[in-house]
Nanobody, 127 residues
Framework: VQLQASGGGLVQPGGSLRLSCATSGFTLDYYGIGWFRQAPGKEREGVSCISASNSYTYYADSVKGRFTISRDNAKKTVYLQMNSLKPEDTAVYYC?????????????????????WGKGTQVTVSS
């Protein structure tokens, strides 16, 4: 199981980025995928989660209405579209996977529930 996040960069406040999580070594359809972020000096936190099979989606309150998670099982890729970016969105973003996972309503559980993690991609929101 391998995951690789990409698409980060420097963007001005109010701008947009689309992150990609490319996966390999497993059938994406059967896995729940989470996006997480970690800012300097802070704990890693769950940003968004998409469940296996039914693709139900969940978001942290801080990004709800601005970020959209989606999956393309044929391309073995999960995306995080980030709009209206704010300086407080600056962090390293990671994607992670868990087999047959249906995302918990409790965001705090996501990190513990993930089994495989990819390397992160830096997102910096600054003018």
């Amino acid at each position: 199981v391998q995951l690789q996040a990409s698409g980060g960069g420097l963007v001005q406040p109010g701008g947009s980025l689309r992150l990609s999580c490319a996966t390999s070594g497993f059938t994406l359809d059967y896995y729940g995928i989470g996006w997480f972020r970690q800012a300097p000096g802070k704990e890693r936190e769950g940003v968004s989660c998409i469940s296996a099979s039914n693709s139900y989606t969940y978001y942290a309150d801080s990004v709800k209405g601005r970020f959209t998670i989606s999956r393309d099982n044929a391309k073995k890729t999960v995306y995080l579209q980030m709009n209206s970016l704010k300086p407080e969105d600056t962090a390293v973003y990671y994607c992670a996977a868990s087999y047959a996972y249906y995302c918990s309503d409790n965001r705090e559980r996501w990190r513990a529930d993930m089994n495989w993690w990819g390397k992160g991609t830096q997102v910096t929101v600054s003018s």
